[in-house]
């Protein structure tokens, strides 16, 4: 009896070889897919190895390229300790204490990643400059002059770091809280025990346990910084990515564009580089048996009320206030094209991002599955290649998609005249086909990172089961993993459509003739110092972002 077990063990090894050709083939198809969304990137490097534009890295090295650097790091160093202060404040404050509304902040802090951060900045320079209504308010209620009073100058390094820090501290709070949940109760419980203040307890166990999320939250939101465009563009801040844009479009040297995106490709790398080498050989398992989280603390009124100003500070700044702001001007200025006009940017935005995020799933759902069926060396390659999108500025990936597809088409154009004597134009940049590639290859992890945690709740006996009855990689995806990845699919659709509705450096670099979206009109409109008819499309952004957030909020609420 103790044999029998052994012949159950035998199947998936001897299965497979039916449905092993259909497997391979998944896997080839896999690599090509992984060769296409690396192609961007290796068009930059080899575009910035080209000897021909060493004049021009010469003068940018020795004029504006000082300026990126100093700009980029500084900028990078203030949105990580303004989205850790923000994020891991807020999460230690509703995941430790007891206080009057802290059902509410849990999640209502996540909101702000609804509002991009250029949009941000637009709503808050009309309310801080000069012109605005607080300046203005505070000259007629002193009766100060210009020269009578300081202000803080809105459009600056500092005013950027601001808008970028309100705008993604969501990501550190949503993994610091979930890292404060999930270790065990019982070593907090311990350390008080052990005569440690609750401050203490904080500094000494949980954030040093919480470590690993917390690092990556900051990650995130620092990948963010470095591919953001519309806020440092529009305060006039210049940095790599408004460098990149330069060199393509003012100084049309393509070389000299793609040498600065290798360079802000290095930062990229260093910054994930830096969080890994951080981490040294440290481990942060949890191996305490106890899985419940320690209990919340009650406060006291005065206490309570500090806490629950704390979580709205950063909630008021980044949503409810820019939110009400953007309404106001909406409601008092607005587009006046809000009609026809209105309606073609708002299906040029959704005709973009439904095409890329269902291509996004349809890609996702292939590597992910290949991964899942081919266990080698080359599918698991091709799946950390299609991650790897998400670390790439969108202006990057314009000059990397840019470069090879330009080259495409005059080949196409050049051999369709030669064979039928007609000038078809620009087939592949001259429509959005490029531009959903661009979109496809930067936000194809978002979808990837949700096609992985459905399949990994799928158990492999599955999989098993449906070869043994005679079902190949391709059936068994039809007919038993479809039907159980329909809510994470939905989930990846979603979040690259949200994305791609608010992506704004690839959709300005690389949109078609009289091709403007929602992102573009409302960045055209705030550069011309029209914040007011900017407010429409922004208003537009924000509400089409709301609606996964506020899935997310409830699923954190039900939590």
Not at 83 to 89: D, E, H, S, T
Not at 193 to 206: D, E, I, K, Q, T
Not at 254 to 262: F, W
Request: with cysteine.
């Amino acid at each position: 009896m103790s044999l029998q077990p052994a012949p159950v063990a035998t199947p998936p090894l001897a299965l497979p070889t039916s449905g092993g050709p259909l497997s391979l083939g998944l896997a080839g198809v896999a690599i090509a897919v992984a060769l296409l969304l690396a192609a961007p990137m290796l068009s930059v490097l080899a575009t910035a190895l080209d000897a021909g534009s060493g004049g021009t890295w010469t003068h940018l090295a020795g004029t504006v390229l000082p300026d990126y650097v100093y700009n980029t790091l500084w900028l990078c160093t203030g949105v990580a300790l303004g989205v850790f202060g923000l994020g891991v404040g807020s999460a230690w404050l509703v995941t430790r204490y007891e206080f009057a509304g802290r059902r509410v902040f849990e999640w209502a802090l996540v909101l702000p990643l609804a509002m991009p951060a250029y949009v941000m900045a637009y709503v808050y320079t009309d309310l801080l400059q000069f012109t605005g209504p607080l300046q203005t308010g505070l000259r007629a209620a002193f009766g100060w002059g210009r020269a009578d009073y300081w202000f803080p100058e809105v459009r600056s390094l500092g005013g950027a770091v601001a808008m970028l820090s309100l705008a993604l501290y969501p990501y550190v709070y949503m993994l610091a809280r979930t890292a404060f949940i999930e270790r065990a109760g019982g070593m907090v419980e311990v350390g008080r025990s052990l005569g440690l203040s609750p401050a203490a307890a904080f500094w000494r166990l949980s954030l040093p346990l919480a470590r690993p999320a917390i690092a990556g939250g900051v990650a995130l939101a620092l990948m963010e910084t470095l591919a953001d465009f519309g806020t440092v563009a529009y305060f006039a801040l210049p940095t790599f990515t408004t460098g990149i844009y330069r060199a393509w479009f003012s100084l049309g040297d393509r070389a000299a564009a793609a040498q600065l995106a290798l360079t802000l490709l290095a930062f990229v790398v260093a910054v994930l580089a830096l969080e890994r080498a951080s981490r040294g050989h440290a481990r942060f398992h949890d191996t305490g048996a106890r899985r419940q989280p320690a209990p919340r603390l009650p406060l006291s009124t005065g206490r309570g009320l500090l806490a629950a100003l704390g979580c709205a500070l950063p909630l008021a700044g980044g949503f409810a206030l820019p939110g009400a702001l953007l309404l106001r001007l909406t409601l008092t200025g607005g587009d006046e094209q809000f009609g026809p006009r209105f309606a073609t940017l708002a299906w040029h935005s959704v005709t973009l991002a439904g095409l890329a995020a269902g291509c996004a799933v349809l890609l996702a759902l292939l590597l992910a599955y290949a991964a899942r069926t081919h266990r080698g060396a080359s599918t698991r390659l091709a799946h950390r290649v299609g991650s790897l999108g998400y670390a790439l500025p969108g202006t990057v990936i314009a000059v990397g998609v840019l470069i090879p597809v330009t080259r495409l088409d005059h080949a196409l154009a050049a051999a369709v005249y030669a064979a039928f004597g007609w000038n078809p134009g620009l087939i592949v940049t001259g429509s959005i086909a490029a531009l959903v590639y661009a979109c496809v290859v930067r936000y194809l992890a978002a979808a990837l990172q949700s096609v992985d945690a459905g399949l990994a709740r799928i158990t492999p006996v599955m999989d098993d089961a449906a070869r043994s009855l005679g079902h190949s990689p391709a059936e068994a995806l039809w007919r038993v993993h479809l039907p159980l990845l329909r809510g994470s699919l939905l989930t990846a659709a979603l979040l690259v459509f949200i994305d791609v509705m608010k992506e704004l450096p690839a959709t300005l670099v690389m949109r078609p003739f009289n091709f403007d979206t929602l992102a573009t009109q409302a960045y055209t409109l705030a550069s011309d110092e029209r914040l007011a008819e900017a407010s429409t499309a922004a208003l537009a952004i924000v509400a089409v972002g709301l609606a996964p957030v506020i899935v997310l909020c409830r699923r954190i609420a039900r939590k």
